[in-house]
């Protein structure tokens, strides 16, 4: 979201600076922008991300281990 916002200010400012349109009348699309990102960030697919962290204190979910035999006494 940091990157789209300031992205979107510097036009922005950019139109202001050449007189093509003021900050004033403007600002509102940085909102727009926002939102945007807002909805595209929460309908889109998260396969291939990483899991999210574990919260501090808690343990990972045990790893299955193929060295770890079970014995059968008989």
């Known amino acids: 979201m940091g990157p789209v916002v300031l992205i979107t200010l510097g036009v922005l400012f950019l139109l202001s600076e050449f007189a093509v349109a003021s900050f004033g009348r403007t ?26 962290p574990s919260p501090p204190g808690s343990l990972p979910p045990p790893q299955p281990d193929d060295t770890q035999k079970q014995v059968e006494h008989v």
């Open 27 to 52: 600002w509102p699309i940085l909102l727009i922008i926002i939102g945007l990102v807002k909805v595209l960030g929460s309908t889109a697919g998260t396969s291939g991300h990483p899991p999210p």
